[in-house]
C-alpha cells in the first residue's frame, strides 16, 4: 500500500508546538490499564505521553523506518521500557495484533486514508470488548499551520459513520481546550451484552 496520502511531516520541532498531547490523550480516555495500539506513531509525540498514562505496553507503528527509530530511540532515552514501535505497513497488512488484545487503538490524524472503514474494522479487530477508539483530525473550518488539503479531511461526523460501519459504537465527540487546531473523537467495541440480537 505504500505511505499515506499527503502525509508528510515538518521538522520534529515544528510538529511537536501543535500539540498539547498529555492533555489530549486525558480527555480522549487514554488512560488506565491495558494495551495500546497507535497506528502511525510519527515522531513520538503521541508515544510517549501516552505510555506514561497506561499501564500496559503500547505497540507504535508506523511505515517510516525514520519514525519508528526517532520514536524508540526518545522512548528509550527516557527509560519507558513500555514502549515497542516497529515498521509496519497497517494500511496493508494490518496491525499484526491478535484478536481482541488491545484496550486502546489511537487514530491521530490519518483517517484522510484512502479505504478508512477498513483500518477502523482493523482497530475494531483489536480491542477487547469495551476498548476504546480514540480519533482526532485537523479541522477544516479554520486555517491550520498543517494538515492535508481541505478536500480529503473527514469531520468528526464522518469518522462517526466510518465507525460505526466499522463495528464500532460513538461515545462522544471532543472539544480540546488545550489543542485549537484539532477535533476529537471516542468510539468503543460494544461489549457482548451492548450487541443487541434479534430473534428468528
Known amino acids: ?9 515538518p521538522e520534529d520541532s515544528y510538529w511537536e508546538t501543535f500539540f498539547n498531547p498529555a492533555c489530549m490523550l486525558d480527555e480522549l480516555d487514554c488512560t488506565g490499564p491495558g494495551d495500546v495500539v497507535e497506528f502511525g506513531c510519527g515522531y513520538g509525540t503521541f508515544t510517549l505521553p501516552a505510555a506514561r498514562l497506561i499501564d500496559g505496553k503500547l505497540l507504535a507503528l508506523d511505515i517510516e523506518p525514520a519514525m519508528v527509530t526517532a520514536t524508540m530511540q526518545k522512548a528509550d532515552a527516557v527509560g519507558l521500557k513500555n514502549v515497542v514501535a516497529e515498521i509496519r505497513d497497517f494500511v496493508a497488512d494490518g496491525c499484526g495484533l491478535p484478536d481482541g488484545v488491545a484496550a486502546y487503538a489511537m487514530l491521530f490524524n490519518i483517517l484522510h486514508i484512502e479505504g478508512p472503514v477498513e483500518l477502523l474494522r482493523e482497530a475494531h479487530r483489536t480491542l477487547a470488548p469495551g476498548g476504546k477508539v480514540g480519533i482526532i483530525h485537523w479541522r477544516s473550518d479554520i ?6 488539503s481541505i478536500a480529503i479531511r473527514p469531520s468528526a461526523e464522518q469518522c462517526r459513520n466510518w465507525g460505526e460501519a466499522a463495528g464500532l459504537e460513538f461515545v462522544r465527540y ?6 485549537q487546531w484539532h477535533w476529537g473523537l471516542v468510539m468503543q467495541r460494544p461489549t457482548p451484552d451492548e450487541i443487541v440480537t434479534t430473534d428468528s
Open 143 to 148: 486555517e491550520t499551520p498543517r494538515g492535508p
Open 174 to 179: 471532543q472539544s480540546f481546550c488545550c489543542c
Open 1 to 9: 500500500m505504500g505511505k499515506v496520502r499527503e502525509s508528510g511531516m
